[in-house]
């Protein structure tokens, strides 16, 4: 089975820095995927980790150790409309159709 | 724009009625997912299609929900008999090579 822990909710000042954890425990690992929602939106994908260590991708970065079970996302400069829903989703085994498992979200707002 | 649009956007319906969503790839995919997300958690995995194959399903498509993708373009996902517990947004992925799924917009179903 799968079981995929992030933090529920986080509060950071606009402009700053913030860190996103997440942490699992899979049967089957291939890979590791951020995604963004807004309330009432469908999520939007951010990044995709399959290999250990830091993926930029301008104010977003991801890194993933899988020795450690462990991710987090790090945004930059935060921004008003920063203020969302982040999910922390797992990728089955191959062959397992790609489905993706997800965490049940950190709910990142961000303040003045 | 995600590639994917979804029909409806929202749906009423009475418990005990049937009701059909319909997820429209704009450009030919061959991978698309179906996933359910309720309030405060992260999308469910229901279905998974390759072209017009049905690959994988989850345990939570129970006998009353069925899914289809007849030509391997749109596909349809039918709920028979809703329950209250069946209100929902239902979403439509597709999915490159590499795993990365893109959401369409969504389906919110509320079952009175």
């Known amino acids: 089975g799968q079981n995929i822990d992030q933090p529920t909710e986080m509060t950071a000042t606009e402009g700053a820095i913030v860190q996103i954890n997440c942490t699992y425990q899979?049967?089957?690992?291939?890979?590791l995927f951020w995604y963004q929602q807004h309330a009432g939106e469908a999520p939007t994908f951010l990044s995709y980790?399959?290999?250990?260590g830091l993926e930029e991708k301008g104010r977003f970065s991801s890194f993933l150790s899988r020795s450690k079970g462990y991710s987090y996302l790090l945004l930059k400069e935060l921004q008003m409309k920063d203020s969302a829903s982040y999910l922390c989703?797992?990728?089955?085994?191959?062959?397992?159709?790609?489905?993706?498992?997800f965490g049940t979200g950190t709910q990142l707002k961000v303040e003045l | 724009d995600t590639g994917v649009s979804q029909d409806p956007r929202h749906k009423i319906t009475k418990r005990g009625q049937n009701v059909t969503f319909r997820c429209d790839p704009i450009s030919e995919h061959n991978r698309l997912y179906w996933y359910r997300q309720t309030l405060g958690q992260g999308p469910e995995f229901l279905t998974y299609?390759?072209?017009?194959?049905?690959?994988?399903k989850s345990r939570l498509l129970s006998d009353r929900f069925s899914a289809e993708r007849p030509k391997g373009s749109f596909s349809t996902l039918e709920i028979q008999r809703t329950e209250q517990g069946d209100s929902a947004m239902y979403l439509c992925?597709?999915?490159?090579?590499?795993?990365?799924?893109?959401f369409g917009p969504g389906t919110r179903l509320t079952v009175t």
């Open positions: 992925a597709w999915g490159n090579p590499d795993g990365e799924q893109y």
């Open positions: 989703a797992v990728r089955d085994i191959p062959g397992g159709g790609n489905k993706l498992t």
């Open positions: 899979t049967s089957g690992f291939n890979g």
């Open positions: 299609f390759q072209n017009e194959a049905q690959l994988e």
């Open positions: 980790n399959v290999l250990d």
